[in-house]
Every structure is written in structure tokens, then in C-alpha cells.
């Protein structure tokens, strides 16, 4: 960036920031630059604060390429989020050792792995948490090795279940996660390995859990495994007060009705896809929502966890209206992740169903 040095010092916090490595040919001229300004004493690496890894070009020198990217972790001292998204033809299954031994960051919270391809071996990924305690966010689909002594008290959301490898079923003791509160579980991903994922050793300590079923398919003939999940978490999660279903589409939510803990109160509902049909939304009300209240009389709130879920609803306004009737008569309420209902249902008990329009949603 041609600028004189003063515009030089503006750009820089923005320009930096957020980095996103889309294409292997910009991985040597960003190390080149980076290491430029460091030798001429000006703070370019020093700003950044994330690292995207998306390489989604095919290579025929994958070494070169990640020794280019070594680099660039060399000179970003303040990083925060590294995340690795490879895509390209012509990587390797393991990254490189040296890679993430580059890192100098003492900030590091977050190490995220997008895909299944390009991943530490289980005896280097425990040998980075090692030197990495000050981590806030761990991704537990990633395996370490058995017995590892891992301790990282900043960790407060677990996605998954530290895999630990050599053993199916493998001693809590060895993952030391004190202040885990939240927890990601994908229920498709954890039911093939449900002995790798036991809520024994942090039950008493979640209070948060999203469990996902994103593929209806998968769960066909599942039931067991579900039940047994599920039974492990009423007997052990005893502090749990929020739990979210994930699913896909709208079309898979009510594949399977969970009996949670009486200690729940709020049942999170999140739909990736955001479309909704007016079908979509009469069965919710008047067949998932009374299944729901039924199996779990001490949950008086439903939340929908994102804004497209709120607005798929809204796009049904008499669907809507006649559910949210459904809603109070079981006696549970409909809000957002904010905690606002979703309508004022005191204004609508004067509105004649053949008269509700979409601008009467507020």
C-alpha cells in the first residue's frame, strides 16, 4: 500500500485486522510484507487479530505453501481466531507440525477446524493445548492423545467432545475443562461414537447445550442411541437451564420429541434454513409445540435462536396468530434469542383471524 506514513498508521488497524488467505499465491507476498515491516519498524502483524486459512486453489507444492504460512504466523503476535477451511486439490490430510509451532501469540482464544480436511495429528493438537492454556473456545472434534494432561481453565464453550485416541472410551480425568459452561453437540456426529462423548465429568457444570440433528436421514433408526444420550444428560447435566435443537430445515424438526431435565426451563429452537412455509408453521404449533409441552411440563419458553427463524414465522401472519393462541393455552411463551416475545398477544385477541395482515407484526 503506496500511502505516506502518516495514512500508513491509520489504514493499518482496519487494513489487518481480519485477515483471509482465499488463494496460495497470496500466502509469500503477505509473509514478504509482513516481514518488511516489521524490519523497518512498523506495526502491520501486530493488528491482526483473526486468521482465515480458506486455500481453495489446488496445489503441487503443499510444503512451500504451508512454509509461507508458517511465516505469516510468525509476525501476527496479537492473534485471536486462526481458522483453517482448506479446500484445495493437492493438500494433505495432517498439517505440518511446523505450522502451528509459528504461532507467537500469547492471545491466542481460538483455533476452529471448518472441515475434515488438513488437521494436527492427536499428538501434536495436545501438545499445542499444552502451550496454549489461555484458549476460551475448544473444538473437541479434534482427537488428542490418551492421557493427555490438558488443563485450560478459560475455556467456556466446548464444541463436541475431545476425542482422545487408543481407547473408546476414555477417562475424564485427562482433559481438564474447569470453566465450561456451554456445550455444541452434534447429535448425527456423536451417536457412531457415543462412548467418546459422556457428560460424566461435566455435568455438573454446563448450563447451556445446543444438540444438533442435521440430517433426518442419518437419524432414521437412531432412537437408541438418542434415548441413551439423552439419558445421560438428565442424569448428569444437573445445572442445565437452556437447551437448543438445531436442525437443518424446518421439515426435520420433530424427528425425535426429547424428555430434558426438569431443571430446563427455555427450549432453544434454531433452523439453519431460514424459509418457512405456512404448513411449516401450523405443525410446529399445533403438533410439535403440544408433544414439547407434554414430555416437558417444566419448559415455559421457546426461543427461536436467530433472527431468520423470527422472520419465517412472521412471514405466516394468521399461521402465526392461531399459533401463538395454541402457545398461551399450553402456557408457553414464543421469544426471540433476546428474550422479547414475539408478538403482544393482548393485541391480537382483537383482531379477527380473516383481518390479520403482515403489518399488524411489529
Not at 238 to 244: A, E, G, S
Amino acid at each position: 500500500m503506496r500511502v505516506c506514513k502518516a495514512w500508513y498508521a491509520l489504514a493499518c488497524p482496519f487494513l489487518y485486522e481480519h485477515i483471509i488467505l482465499g488463494r496460495n499465491r497470496v500466502l509469500a507476498p503477505l509473509r514478504d510484507g509482513l516481514s518488511r515491516a516489521v524490519q523497518e519498524k512498523r506495526q502491520a502483524g501486530w493488528w491482526t487479530e483473526r486468521l482465515d486459512v480458506q486455500m481453495r486453489d489446488a496445489t503441487t507444492t503443499p510444503k512451500a505453501v504451508f512454509a509461507s504460512l508458517a511465516g505469516i504466523l510468525r509476525y501476527l503476535p496479537n492473534l485471536c481466531i486462526l481458522a483453517f477451511s482448506i479446500t484445495g486439490h493437492g493438500f494433505p490430510s495432517l498439517l505440518p507440525k511446523f505450522v502451528l509451532n509459528s504461532v507467537t501469540s500469547s492471545s491466542l482464544k481460538c483455533v476452529q477446524w471448518c472441515n475434515v480436511v488438513v488437521k494436527p495429528s492427536h499428538q501434536h493438537w495436545s501438545a499445542f493445548l499444552r502451550k496454549h492454556p489461555e484458549m476460551e473456545y475448544l473444538d473437541g472434534e479434534q482427537a488428542t492423545t490418551l492421557n493427555a494432561p490438558v488443563k485450560l481453565d478459560a475455556v467456556k464453550i466446548l464444541y463436541g467432545y475431545p476425542i482422545c485416541t487408543g481407547r473408546r472410551s476414555a477417562p475424564r480425568s485427562t482433559f481438564d475443562l474447569p470453566a465450561v459452561r456451554s456445550m455444541f453437540y452434534d447429535m448425527t456426529w456423536g451417536m457412531g461414537n457415543d462412548d467418546f462423548i459422556t457428560f460424566g465429568g461435566l455435568g455438573q457444570q454446563i448450563t447451556e447445550i445446543q444438540l444438533s440433528f442435521l440430517d433426518k436421514d442419518e437419524l432414521d433408526g437412531q432412537g437408541p442411541h438418542i434415548d441413551l444420550t439423552f439419558a445421560r444428560i438428565r442424569a448428569e447435566c444437573t445445572r442445565l437451564t437452556l437447551v437448543i435443537l438445531a436442525v437443518h430445515w424446518w421439515t426435520i424438526l420433530g424427528s425425535y420429541i426429547p424428555t430434558l431435565p426438569s431443571t430446563v426451563h427455555t427450549l432453544g429452537i434454531r433452523i439453519i434454513s431460514g424459509q418457512a412455509s405456512a404448513a411449516n408453521v401450523k405443525r410446529f404449533f399445533n403438533t410439535l409445540l403440544p408433544s414439547y409441552a407434554a414430555c416437558n411440563p417444566a419448559v415455559k419458553t421457546i426461543k427461536f435462536m436467530d433472527a431468520k427463524n423470527i422472520r419465517a414465522l412472521r412471514s405466516h401472519p394468521i399461521a402465526l396468530w392461531h399459533g401463538l393462541h395454541v402457545a398461551e393455552e399450553l402456557g408457553v411463551a414464543i421469544k426471540d434469542s433476546e428474550d422479547r416475545k414475539v408478538v403482544d398477544l393482548g393485541k391480537w385477541w382483537r383482531v379477527a383471524p380473516g383481518q390479520c395482515k403482515r403489518g399488524h407484526l411489529t
